[in-house]
């Protein structure tokens, strides 16, 4: 009798990873996203590749390399011999979120560069981490003498006066000033994995909203209901995307949902509105 099984689709294979918040493989969650665009991407090859990556990186070092040596070390193979850099040329490809296409051309954005600088960091045995800092994700390395923040498209490190400055625009554009004001620490604490991948999803949302690509915006919504499934403002997104697709019952269905789940909201009657008309082209 031959045995036969189902691959797991990419969603599903997403939200094994992203399931507990105790055992939460980043890299690997950041890489499947790609499976969207790539379906035949071998996530445990490119996981293979970043191995192989430090493995060269270790043999540089001594043994008894410090921390401050092995934080210079890596930042000299990531940045400069081996080039990674932002995507300066095209910030809003898509390309730039997907990690495959990240190693294979060593350009990205924040985020997902910082995600392959990090797991080389905590191959070093490096204290790393991911800073949602607005507008531009960071990475923080905890040193023995103190803390270095870096920007991972050029491995700059910034001073307390160079993170305000770069705070400021977003600040005054949030009304975060005088009696509003937030210490700066408190956008230098570490991300969560969950918010880094939430946060790579909503990069990708935003591309293809704004190239009113709906077919890609659905694959990156569901992953986001799975990732975030008390984020009732992506169940509402997953569907006016169905609507534009005019995919009416699951619009229906996921716009439903959102207003059963909010009762404040400003767009609340509008929603409730647009799930009327919809229901009608249904009857």
């Known amino acids: 009798m031959a045995l036969s099984y189902t691959l797991p689709t990419p969603l599903e294979y997403f939200a094994t990873l992203v399931r507990s918040d105790d055992q939460f493989p980043l890299l690997e969650a950041a890489a499947s996203i790609a499976q969207d665009e790539y379906p035949e991407l071998d996530v445990q090859q490119l996981l293979g590749d970043v191995d192989q990556l430090l493995a060269r990186l270790r043999r540089r070092l001594p043994t008894d390399a410090s921390s401050l040596q092995r934080l210079r070390s890596l930042n000299q193979f990531f940045f400069g011999d081996l080039g990674f850099a932002g995507n300066v040329n095209d910030y809003y490809d898509p390309e730039n979120s997907y990690l495959n296409a990240v190693l294979r051309t060593r350009r990205g954005i924040p985020i997902s560069l910082?995600?392959?600088?990090?797991?080389?960091?905590?191959?070093?045995?490096?204290?790393?981490r991911g800073v949602s800092f607005p507008g531009h994700f960071m990475v923080k390395v905890l040193l023995p003498k103190g803390q270095v923040v870096m920007d991972p498209t050029t491995g700059q490190s910034l001073s307390r006066e160079e993170l305000?400055?770069?705070?400021?625009p977003y600040k005054r554009r949030s009304?975060?000033?005088?009696?509003y004001d937030i210490p700066l620490g408190l956008y230098l604490q570490a991300a969560p994995p969950r918010d880094v991948i939430a946060r790579m999803l909503r990069n990708l949302k935003e591309i293809h909203r704004s190239q009113k690509d709906w077919g890609r915006l659905l694959a990156v919504q569901d992953r986001l209901v799975v990732l975030l499934p008390e984020a009732w403002g992506e169940w509402r997104d997953r569907g006016l995307a169905h609507a534009e697709r005019g995919e009416t019952a699951l619009a229906v269905a996921d716009l439903e949902v959102y207003l059963e789940r909010v009762e404040e909201g400003l767009d609340i009657d509008a929603i409730a509105e647009r799930v009327s008309l919809l229901r009608r082209t249904l009857s």
């Open 175 to 179: 009304g975060l000033v005088d009696d």
């Open 164 to 168: 305000s400055e770069r705070l400021e």
């Open 114 to 128: 910082a995600l392959v600088w990090m797991e080389l960091a905590q191959g070093l045995d490096l204290h790393a």
